[in-house]
Nanobody, 120 residues
Framework: QVQLVESGGGLVQPGGSLRLSCAAS????????MGWYRQAPGKQRELVAT???????NYADSLKGRFTISRDNAKNTVYLQMNSLKPEDTAVYYC??????????????WGQGTQVTVSS
């Protein structure tokens, strides 16, 4: 029905930057909130940031000031700009979207995840 495809992960040195992208495709009537979550080895998945259709944003407190979420509604795409990366940011980053596939039908969808590794 709906596919979320992430890109932009990789290996970066501490202090570096990466920009993640997530494009939604498929049967889409509208996309409500979109967001990024991450899961480090041995830890639970945690919120990174979310953004509504009206571009209101919410961030994990520990990431405010370093990460910026944005979206392009025309492209059904959400972005995550990550600056001043730290080794503890190493994780698999997952895209999430709250999608209406019909006006009365709303569901959560997840991407497959993209690995971000911060290491020297």
């Amino acid at each position: 029905q709906v596919q979320l495809v992430e890109s932009g992960g990789g290996l970066v040195q501490p202090g570096g930057s990466l920009r993640l992208s997530c494009a939604a495709s498929g049967i889409i009537f509208s996309i409500n909130a979109m967001g990024w979550y991450r899961q480090a080895p041995g830890k639970q998945r945690e919120l990174v940031a979310t953004i509504t259709g009206g571009r209101s944003t919410n961030y994990a407190d520990s990431l405010k000031g370093r990460f910026t979420i944005s979206r392009d509604n025309a492209k059904n795409t959400v972005y995550l700009q990550m600056n001043s990366l730290k080794p503890e940011d190493t994780a698999v980053y997952y895209c999430n979207a709250d999608v209406s596939t019909k006006p009365w039908l709303q569901r959560d969808f997840w991407g497959q995840g993209t690995q971000v590794t911060v290491s020297s």
